[in-house]
Nanobody, 123 residues
Framework: QLHFVESGGGLVQPGGSLRLSCVVSGFNVDQYAVGWFRQAPGKEREGIACISHSGVNTIYSDSAKGRFTISRDNADNTVNLQMNSLRSEDTGVYYC????????????????WGQGTQVTVSS
């Protein structure tokens, strides 16, 4: 069983930046890939980025490529998502989630989920 504490959400203007953090606790955290997912109002949950257990491999959605960067520090079990050049369509609840070993951005692949943090991009 894994537990997540997400932080860093808030209100930001278009073109601005936010840094989301997810602290993961539980058994063998370093054996899990950790990803960030977004759910916009009235839409299905979608994958944004995921990082492998080692931090070496990453995968991004097309909308995130070039704007978002995922990173992790296994020393303190933290996974961060740096979001730049934010757009109104980035608005939603952002969730941290985990699956064993190999990173994917398919929500159904991830068994463990955090509670989410709200990101609103608006002028």
């Amino acid at each position: 069983q894994l537990h997540f504490v997400e932080s860093g959400g808030g209100l930001v203007q278009p073109g601005g930046s936010l840094r989301l953090s997810c602290v993961v606790s539980g058994f063998n955290v370093d054996q899990y890939a950790v990803g960030w997912f977004r759910q916009a109002p009235g839409k299905e949950r979608e994958g944004i980025a995921c990082i492998s257990h080692s931090g070496v491999n990453t995968i991004y959605s097309d909308s995130a490529k070039g704007r978002f960067t995922i990173s992790r520090d296994n020393a303190d079990n933290t996974v961060n998502l740096q979001m730049n050049s934010l757009r109104s369509e980035d608005t939603g609840v952002y969730y941290c989630a985990a699956k064993p070993w190999v990173p994917t951005i398919k929500p159904d692949d991830h068994a463990y989920w955090g509670q989410g943090t709200q990101v609103t991009v608006s002028s």
